[in-house]
């Protein structure tokens, strides 16, 4: 059994690149030369060893190789407001971070915080909801769309969704990320060299007494669907102030405006 053992391991470590007689002395323990640790065992681009490298000042080193651009935080500063979570549970005036793409938060404790990998971390799915301070003034909500019980096309959404405008008709703004891949060109010396990180919004209607999402497009006539009764009025409205289905204030003065009717 033991030899068997040994012939497996010489077999293993000779597809690693060994060969069967160095491979019996790492097993044996003779000598420490066969294993291919050594700085001077590299390959490189220009050949082999570390002699063939070049040596560079601190200056010369690209520090910002392979770092994308932004960040996947809902906002760039620290946010400080109110997080509902399960079980009927709430932490009031919180300093915390809402990763998006993570779908988690970094919550700043009473000590100073100087590394953000010294945040406690929380798991968006035990969380119901949270409320923030604008620095416009006033506060922004959001919802857990997962635990609301929110779907489209019969899909449950995951993420938190931001309150726009509450009625008989919600409309919901949800944030996602994307990654713009980067593009450099060596030849051409040009292009992004880092990757971008960008955040991208969607938009929902909700009507009242029912979990139900539909997204807006950029179809005019899918949205006034959406909100079902008193399309006219509203397509009259729309005329009369220049306002169109698009994200901003246009869309939040059409769904408000919809709510008085």
Partial sequence: MKKTTQLFTIAALSVLGFTTANAQQVISGKTAKAMPTYIGEMTTYVGDGFGQHKAISPDDVDYSANA??????????????????????????????????MNQFLLKGEEELKELSDARVVNGVNVMAFVMKSKLGGTRQFLNSLNSGYKVNGVPLMGFLEVIEDG??????????????????????????????????????????????????????????????????????????????????????????????
Avoid: C
């Avoid at 960040?71 to 620290?78: A, M, P, V």
């Avoid at 959406?226 to 009259?236: E, N």
């Fill in 68 to 101: 994308p651009i932004g960040n996947t935080f809902l906002t760039e500063d620290w946010n400080k407001g109110t997080i509902f979570f399960t079980l009927n549970r709430k932490l009031e005036d919180q300093q915390f971070q809402f990763d998006i793409e």
């Fill in 168 to 261: 008989k008709a919600t409309l919901l703004r949800k944030y996602r990320i994307e990654v713009i891949k980067a593009g450099y060109n060596v030849a051409l010396n040009a292009g992004n060299k880092q990757d971008k990180i960008v955040k991208k919004e969607a938009y929902y209607l909700k009507k009242k007494d029912s979990n139900d999402l539909v997204e807006i497009s950029r179809n005019q006539k899918s949205n006034l669907a959406a909100l079902g009764a008193q399309q006219d009025q509203v397509k009259a409205y729309m005329k009369e102030n220049k306002l169109k289905f698009k994200p901003g204030k246009d869309l939040a003065k059409i769904v408000a405006y919809y709510n008085t009717l």
